[in-house]
């Protein structure tokens, strides 16, 4: 990327190779974070089984009637 850049070269001889740094540190913290995210499977469980979706089934909010209060 920057072969050829006598500035990033002394840059980095000063302050040492950031973006190579910064990717390393990213691609630890994506794969603990994939481990973290997983933790059923990391210990040999099984997931549970998804339930078919149906219509209906999630949260909805009910509309009251000026006045009603519910019961």
């Not at 219509?55 to 519910?70: I, K, V």
Request: glycine share 8%.
């Amino acid at each position: 990327m920057f072969q050829d850049s006598p500035i990033y070269d002394r840059l980095v001889a000063e302050r040492g190779d950031v973006p190579t740094q910064t990717r390393r540190e990213a691609e630890r913290v994506s794969r603990e974070l994939e481990y973290v995210m997983r933790p059923l499977q990391s210990f040999g469980a099984t997931p549970p089984a998804e339930r078919p979706a149906s219509p209906g089934a999630g949260w909805q909010r009910t509309a009251l009637l000026p006045g009603s209060r519910p019961q």
